[in-house]
């Protein structure tokens, strides 16, 4: 009987000292992530501050996404044979000069994938990687500072595709105006002379450079490790409305470990010289034209998730 009592006072012991050390161990397990998110924001604090200096400030980040797949004899879909794959690229460089007296802002976004889907039991199905997303844009902005968020300025922006149809359309705006920049993440860009120029290789009459007036906006901002690109470009062609267009891309990237984490990234755009030019390429045998005044101007979207890797 006494051994037995023994025993148990024994269990209990050993139970109340391993609960101890646990609870212990989960109190510093606490403390250590608290000191670990107080130095974070201490780093975040200090990067800022940083930023805030003249100089050049460069970075990038960006998505990386990637699948393949084969399937053979899987009778329980409808092409039983099969193989196919995804591959997704994005960047969102910046390389940035703030002087006291002026300042000059270059960025570029690219968007770039490929997908394939290979039918094996369809000899003529196409077994190659195929261009599915294409997006390339790059924007340059100098601006002589009035006041600490006023400035007059000068922009040069260039949208094409690189993978199909390289400048065919290309769009170069060349402008003159205001920028206005309230926070250090925004700024604002109004150009009431901005000349829109359309590069295209065949004689046509959807396409037209025009002078008009260029806005842009632009806000980036980090939320710990959730980093935020917003970008608007308008423009408003003073010769007609159908040679007006706006683009309007959003990036975002969560870090989760080592700068690699998840990204997604979607993208808006109304140009009706683009969708006329699509919409004469297809039109079935017989009908009739399309024009300006009847053409289905639909909104222009893409999106894309996956891997994110900050620079």
């Known amino acids: ?29 606490s403390a250590k992530e608290d000191s670990i998110s107080a130095l974070q924001s201490e780093v975040d604090a200090l990067k800022k501050q940083i930023e805030k200096f003249p100089g050049w400030h460069y970075g990038a980040f960006g998505t990386i996404g990637a699948n393949i797949s084969e399937f053979s004899n899987w009778y329980a879909q409808g092409t039983p044979n099969n193989s196919a794959g995804n591959i997704t690229i994005t960047a969102n460089p910046f390389a940035k000069l703030n002087r006291e007296k002026f300042f000059w802002y270059n960025t570029a976004n690219i968007n770039l994938s490929w997908v394939k889907f290979d039918d094996k039991d369809d000899p003529t199905d196409d077994n190659d990687y195929r261009q599915a997303t294409d997006v390339f844009t790059v924007t340059s902005l100098y601006g002589y500072k009035f006041t600490k968020t006023l400035a007059a300025s000068a922009l040069g922006e260039y949208r094409t595709t690189l993978l199909n149809n390289f400048n065919d359309p290309g769009y170069l705006d060349l402008g003159i105006g205001v920028t206005w920049t309230p926070i250090s993440e925004l700024v604002v860009v109004v150009h009431p ?25 632009n806000y980036a901002k980090e939320f710990g490790k959730l980093k935020l690109n917003s970008n608007l470009s308008m423009f408003q062609s003073y010769k007609s409305s159908n040679l007006s267009n706006w683009t309007w891309t959003n990036a975002l990237a ?57 620079f």
């Open 1 to 29: 009987m006494k051994k037995t009592l023994l025993i148990c006072a024994l269990f209990i012991g050993i139970t109340t000292v391993n609960a101890q050390t646990k609870e212990e161990l989960k109190a510093l397990k």
């Open 193 to 217: 002379l901005n000349y829109n120029i359309v590069f295209f290789s065949e004689e046509t009459d959807i396409f037209d450079s025009s002078l008009g007036a260029k806005i842009v906006a």
């Open 254 to 310: 969560y870090e989760v470990w080592k700068g690699i984490g998840l990204g997604f990234e979607f993208g808006l755009r109304d140009n009706k010289q683009e969708a006329l030019n699509f919409a004469e390429e297809n039109v079935p045998d017989g009908d009739p034209k399309p024009t300006f005044d009847n053409v289905d101007n639909d909104l222009q979207t893409y999106w894309t998730f996956g891997l994110s890797y900050a």
